[in-house]
């Protein structure tokens, strides 16, 4: 088998699309010889800043010495980024041998009935790979929800954290955000260890810490009076915090914005959880660790003159933050090149950030989910006059660099599939920008 036929084995389960339970799932973990009961975990839910607590956490454990391996999604240049250990992605030679010892099971499945879904097929080759390189710990990001996403399928985690909650996936996961909170609190299992993002709404937190209580959980919350922000800039943002097993801590993010202080501090919590089950996590890895962490097109900055900035979130906590921070980082100028998926509030996320923009170029990003250029624009013109639909991401750019001229930045948002298929085509065109 190569690459590309593991690729097409693993994309043809998309098809199947989401199916909730753990049945399945389960099922399939068992054929493979239940490598998840083989690992430690710590898991990691919510709406907004999962991926960004994820990767700090890991970054910091490797740099305390430890074998890490990282589960997240979605992916945003390859899809070898979901699976990665000590900041690794996995070999394309490792991949087709785990897609060629899961997809046999998976067929069976399927010939018996019952379709394994893409998700739950590359979460049991996640499990499979770290379980066969032996990882002192593994951290799992949440797909959706909790309660029925497969990352579910593990035993209790070392420590769980649940980041910031808002409304995403209503359809699924419920219109409220008690509902929400439920779906996700689902990772919560008995006698576990329970981290909370800080700033959540009142119901979210009455909600989980109700869940905890029935469930015999230790629910920490990180205590934002301990934190003192630093300095603050388009390449990343510090801060100190008391900690209990290591005192005050001077640490820096590489991510922009104020509510990094807040992912970063969740993350910070999960290591001191950590470090009381026994782990020996020091202060200067977790300091190294912080530093080192990247995440491609969260707030990335592609060239400082002219100012190039990607960001690929998608719901109403993304689309604040980023207006919070162009508000305060960007004061020039602004054209935007914008993609979203069609399932996805394309108006509300217009209402935070069109009225920053001078021009927004609308562009169809790739996947049949994605709303038409055309479409985009006609509901960019209620909050940004000047809205140009364009016929490809190549288009988009050269539309949006005439409209730039000398003293605009550039801000390309909207899904992690027009970030995937854009970002090279930035650094190609701005790369050399003073970076």
Known sequence: ?????????????????????????????????????????????????????????????????????????????????????????????????????????????????????????????????????????????????GRFDAT????????????????????????????????????????????????????????????????????????????????????????????????????RTPFLGEHQVKNAVTALKVLEVLQSRGWPVTPQGIARGFERAFIPARMEVISQSPLVLLDGGHNPGCSHALRQALEEFVPQRKVAIMGVLADKDSRGELQVLGPLFDTIVTVTPQGHRALPAQQLAQVAREFCPKAIPAGSCREALAVASRAMKQDAALIVCGSFYLAGEIRDMLKGKFGKGNL
């Open 152 to 251: 579910n399928a593990i035993p209790v985690p070392e420590a769980a954290a649940i980041m910031s909650i808002s409304l995403d996936h209503t359809a699924i996961l419920g219109d409220t955000l008690e509902k929400i909170a439920f779906e996700k609190a689902g990772i919560i299992k008995e006698g576990g260890r329970l981290v909370l993002y800080p700033d959540q709404a009142p119901e979210v937190t009455r909600e989980l810490e109700q869940i905890c209580q029935e469930r015999h959980v230790e629910l920490f919350l990180p205590d934002l009076s301990q934190v003192r922000e630093g300095e603050r800039s388009l390449s990343g943002t510090a801060f100190t915090a008391e900690t209990a097993p290591w005192g005050r801590l001077a640490l």
């Open 1 to 145: 088998m190569t690459y590309e036929e593991a690729l097409d084995n693993v994309y043809g389960r998309l098809v199947f699309g989401i199916k909730p339970g753990l049945e399945r799932i389960s099922a399939l973990l068992d054929r493979l010889g239940d490598p998840q009961k083989q690992l430690k975990f710590a898991h990691v839910a919510g709406t907004n800043g999962k991926g960004t607590c994820s990767t700090l956490v890991a970054s910091a454990l490797k740099e305390c010495g430890f074998t890490v391996g990282l589960y997240t999604s979605p992916y945003v240049l390859e899809f070898r980024e979901r699976f990665q250990i000590d900041g690794e992605m996995i070999p394309k030679e490792e991949l087709v041998e785990e897609v060629e010892t899961l997809a046999p099971i998976a067929d069976q499945f399927e010939e018996s009935g019952d379709q394994v879904t893409e998700f739950e097929y590359i979460t049991a080759l996640a499990l499979h790979w770290f379980a066969r390189r032996q990882c002192d710990i593994v951290v799992l990001e949440v797909g959706m929800g």
